[in-house]
């Protein structure tokens, strides 16, 4: 099935545009990807787009995993599989908590590595994103690619979310900081099977590819630097250092 055929059945149902699908459509065909993992799936839009392109390509199947309330999204995700015919290519998980519960399932059954491929768009959490880039390492094969969507997204920017009573009794510096940029630069960025960094011209999405082999201690050293000035106490740290080691 075509993109724009999907376009048809989806329309402009949220969260992925046609100029995302097609950038998504590229990236699976340039890094020949056939297994995917889905963290955040909604309407089920981009997974529709996804599987589109796997199709395409001659077979590949998707593994998505959401809250059992997409269940109750009009449409939800199994509507537009079928008006697709790409339910056959797509295993699909509700859960009531997070889907790192269904990540601990799918290690307790088989540890072994078994994806190409993760697109990460779902709690925009640390505390539950945070975890599944672990959780995703396991299960993500050696020259394996992760997707982080929404790399600047903050509850308090939110329409949908800042003035829930969630939201509204986070500390501040939660409402304001955006979690995925900081699991993408705290944890994947200084990972040392990790590489390939990159950010899309929009600056929603952030690249890392898990390493066939460990990079060298000086390129992760220039990471972690790299990281040190971006955020936090480090930076202000790091800068002392320099300071009184280089005297005016």
């Known amino acids: 099935m075509k993109l724009e055929q999907v376009q048809t059945v989806v329309g402009k149902t949220p969260h992925m ?11 699976i065909r340039d890094h020949k990807i056939k297994d995917i993992l889905e963290l955040g799936f909604r309407y089920g839009v981009s997974t529709c787009y996804m599987a589109a ?10 593994t998505t995993i959401d809250l059992e309330l997409a269940r109750n999204q009009s449409p939800n995700i199994e509507e537009f599989l079928k008006k697709c015919q790409l339910s056959s290519d ?15 399932k799918l290690l307790e059954e088989d540890p072994t590595p078994r994806f190409d491929f993760c697109y990460l768009d779902g709690a925009h959490d640390w505390f539950v994103d945070g975890f599944a880039f672990f959780l995703v390492d396991k299960l993500l094969r050696p020259g394996g690619w992760i997707i982080f969507d929404d790399l600047d997204w903050t509850y308090g920017q939110s329409p949908a979310l800042r003035n829930s009573p969630k939201v509204k009794n986070m500390p501040m510096d939660e409402q304001t900081t955006p979690q995925v940029r900081r699991v993408y630069d705290l944890l ?29 201690n ?10 040190r000035q971006e955020v936090g106490l480090g930076a202000a740290l790091l800068r002392a250092y320099r300071k009184l080691s280089n005297p005016a």
């Open 17 to 27: 545009s046609i100029e995302q699908a097609r950038k998504m459509s590229q990236f």
């Open 53 to 62: 392109t796997l199709q395409e390509l001659g077979g590949g199947h998707i």
């Open 90 to 104: 797509v295993d699909i998980f509700f859960e009531p908590t997070s889907y790192n519960w269904r990540l601990m």
């Open 188 to 216: 994947a960025k200084t990972h040392p099977n990790y590489g390939d960094f990159s950010t899309d011209a929009d600056g929603e999405w952030a690249f890392a590819r898990k390493l066939t082999s460990s990079s060298s």
């Open 218 to 227: 000086g390129e992760r050293v220039i990471v972690r630097e790299v990281v």
